[in-house]
């Protein structure tokens, strides 16, 4: 009989720690994420650059979509297809790179690295 009440005083306790709260964004845009990819060997080239940088580097996007705040650069090849997000920065006057996500053309993922080094071989 104790057991019965002791867990009937403790439910309010554990509803406390529930989460009510919902994170808002668009569907067609990732997330900023805080990991730090331009860490990552072979991403530093294309993380933290700006739109011209891209443009530079691998040529005219295939496509370009605003979707304030971000920006939507996608770079393919025969290889793969590469998204780049780009973001505002802190001083709000330039976006750079703050994620990408790499796929073949039916869909199937694709090392990030391997396709930034094929858009760069085109």
Do not use: W
Not at 2 to 19: E, F, G, N, V
Not at 60 to 80: D, V, W, Y
């Amino acid at each position: 009989m104790k057991t019965k009440y002791l867990i009937l005083l403790s439910l309010p306790a554990l509803a406390a720690c529930a989460s009510t709260t919902t994170a808002t964004r668009s569907p067609n845009l990732p997330a900023v994420s805080a990991s730090p990819l331009n860490k990552i060997a072979g991403l530093d080239i294309v993380m933290g650059k700006t739109a011209g940088q891209l443009i530079r580097l691998f040529g005219k996007p295939q496509l370009n979509i605003s979707e304030p705040p971000a920006q939507k650069l996608q770079f393919a090849s025969g290889a793969c297809i590469l998204d780049a997000y780009l973001y505002p920065s802190k001083d709000g006057k330039t976006s750079r790179v703050t994620h990408i996500d790499a796929r073949r053309s039916d869909g199937a993922a694709v090392d990030r690295v391997s396709c930034v080094n094929a858009l760069r071989l085109r």
